[in-house]
């Protein structure tokens, strides 16, 4: 029988959904099939409360690929961007603060607060990490080159590679720390300031169950200054309308090239005949046919759950196996009466402090003993929290004076102490304690709370798909990055069995709100076509 389709693609994440638009413009039949009633993933905007529309998982975005942009024509189709500034705000206990954002003069104001000498130094730091990012950045929408292979076309791409390298000159020592190490020592090396210091630490531990202390940090401290927002580099914004709004947009660029996408439609088991994929049966039992299958799903997802572990070879399958999805992160989606007044920036109403990432972490010590209790099982006593209010700048999102707070915190271990409680009981003292916090620096802040949701890693895990609640389908490590995502041989997007491709943040370059895997999978299954 012939099917109606080149390609399926299974689940309709942002990555997904950017391969299928892809794949749809260039020609292809291509049907996408998502679990939840959704599109988007982990990139999506839900009215949580009536009137309150909140971006369920991502918050942020700096990292979306300008060229997908561009080459999918998505403003067109209602994607927009607001820049933030100031784009960070850290509301210290001692009554102190520091704002810091794109607006260089305010930073440098705001920084010398605390030291003069870290003002000077920050424009410079900023500046070796741009030279970093101009070296790594375009590898990220190139499929890596596999050590491995002696074929021409490879060889010529890790030579290009090396060139490259050769080219950071006398900053490739510290892109080689930078790939691998921790954060605090370089923090600690160029700044002095604890304040600064924390600011900066806390994006290199999101996501990640670690803290900057430990190697590996650095990186995605890193991947957190690569991307632009309205083309000005390093800038993180809200898209407008949620970050669903992003994920709709890609999905009506899709729509418009004739891709199909079927919302509340899980696939149960990929087809696989004669070494090759033959398409997926779904889990009400309709089976769908095609010659490709494309998944944005988890490497463990994909080979653990979806398939029979006959059709796929045994060292591969004992290697998926012991993947890392560590992960300790726990999102709280918050509807809030009115924006919290802080008591070091007093004032009602909504002002520059509200604009960016509100940091509450006094300082690093802080970090480690959150993760001590959590390395044990335990919910941190005192999590770190990044929250952010993007009603602050978007009407679109809550009633009137009203807002939605996104708090990303850390840690809440995915596997919890025997001794610990119940999930949902965790999940309640957690969120208070979250709650308690926050009222610690605004006074307002508890009574202002008209709701919220509790989205545990167990919890990311059974709505997303995010094997062990993990956000970027799988650590962030040097281990698990470039060719040896999410396994070494197999970084190219192609899998054990013929026809089947993975497409999310799996594969390289891995978790956030990039699109480039998605983008790099589809060049890979047309280029096999
Ligand atoms: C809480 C949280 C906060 C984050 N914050 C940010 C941020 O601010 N900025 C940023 O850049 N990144 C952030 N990230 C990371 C980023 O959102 C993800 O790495 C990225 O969105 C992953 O996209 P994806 O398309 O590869 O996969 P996913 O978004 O995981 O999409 C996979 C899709 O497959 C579907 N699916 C699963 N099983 C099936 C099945 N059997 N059949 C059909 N469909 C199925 C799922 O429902 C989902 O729609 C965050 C992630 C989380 C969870």
Redesign the pocket.
């Given at each position: 029988m012939k099917s109606r389709y080149d390609a399926i693609v299974?689940?309709?994440?942002?990555?997904?959904l950017v391969a299928a638009a892809y794949l749809a413009r260039a020609g292809r039949k291509v049907l996408v099939?998502?679990?939840?009633p959704l599109?988007?993933?982990?990139?999506v905007t839900e009215e949580t409360w009536p009137g309150f529309r909140v971006s369920t998982?991502?918050?942020?975005?700096?990292?979306f690929r300008p060229e997908i942009i561009r080459d999918l024509d998505l403003a067109r189709h209602g994607f927009a961007m607001i820049p933030r500034s100031p784009s960070s705000f850290t509301p210290l206990p001692d009554g102190r603060s520091l704002l810091m954002g794109p607006d260089k003069a305010l930073t440098h104001r705001e920084v010398a607060k605390f030291s003069t000498r870290d003002a000077d130094s920050l424009p410079r730091f900023e500046a070796m990490l741009e030279r970093i990012a101009a070296f790594i950045e375009p590898t990220l929408v190139e499929t890596p080159p596999d050590p491995w292979s002696w074929s021409p076309r490879n060889l010529t791409r890790l030579a290009k590679l090396a060139w490259q390298f050769r080219g950071l000159g006398a900053d490739a020592r510290a892109a080689v720390e930078i790939l691998t190490g921790a954060a605090n020592p370089i923090l600690d090396r160029w700044f002095e300031s604890e304040a600064l210091k924390t600011t900066l630490s806390t994006d290199a531990i999101i996501?990640a169950f670690a803290t900057p202390s430990m190697p590996g940090t650095a990186y995605v401290l890193f991947h957190h200054v690569m991307g632009e927002c309205d083309g000005v580099r390093g800038v993180w914004g809200y898209v407008r309308g949620g970050m669903g709004a992003l994920s709709e947009a890609i999905a009506a660029a899709a729509r418009e090239r004739g891709a199909e996408i079927e919302v509340n439609?899980?696939?149960?088991r990929i087809l696989v005949e004669g070494g090759r994929a033959a398409g997926v049966v779904l889990a009400n039992g309709d089976e769908v046919r095609a010659p490709r299958v494309v998944s944005?799903?988890?490497a463990q997802?994909t080979f653990l759950r979806?398939m029979d572990a006959a059709d796929l070879p045994p060292a591969f399958l004992e290697s998926v196996t012991h993947l890392d999805y560590a992960s300790a992160?726990c999102?709280i989606n918050l509807a809030l009466s009115e924006a919290p007044a802080f008591t070091c920036l007093p004032g009602r109403g909504v002002g520059p402090q509200h604009h960016g990432t509100i940091h509450i972490c006094p300082d690093r010590t802080y970090i480690e003993r959150a993760y001590d209790c959590a390395k044990y099982g335990f919910i941190s006593e005192h999590p770190v929290i990044e929250a952010t209010m993007p009603s602050a700048l978007d009407d679109t999102l809550a009633p009137r004076g009203q807002h939605v707070m996104s708090m990303?915190t850390q840690y809440f271990p995915y596997q919890l102490a025997a001794a610990a409680g119940t999930l949902e009981d965790n999940k309640r003292r957690y969120a208070e304690r979250c709650i308690d916090i926050m009222t610690d620096y605004a006074p307002n802040f508890r009574r202002s709370v008209l709701g919220y949701q509790v989205?545990s890693p167990a919890d990311?895990e059974s709505t997303?798909?995010?094997t062990g609640g993990n956000?970027?389908?799988g650590t962030m490590s040097l281990s698990s990055l470039s060719f040896m995502r999410p396994l070494p041989g197999y970084a190219d997007y192609r899998t054990p069995v013929a026809g089947l491709y993975l497409c999310?943040?799996?594969t390289h370059p891995g978790?956030?709100?990039?699109g480039a895997?998605?983008y790099n999978a589809a060049r890979e299954i047309l280029a096999d076509a």
């Open positions: 299974i689940g309709a994440g942002h990555n997904g099939l998502e679990r939840r599109v988007g993933g982990c990139v998982a991502s918050y942020v975005n700096s990292l996501g439609a899980a696939v149960a944005n799903l988890d997802q979806l992160s999102k990303f989205l990311l997303f798909g995010l956000i970027m389908q999310g943040a799996a978790g956030g709100v990039m895997c998605g």
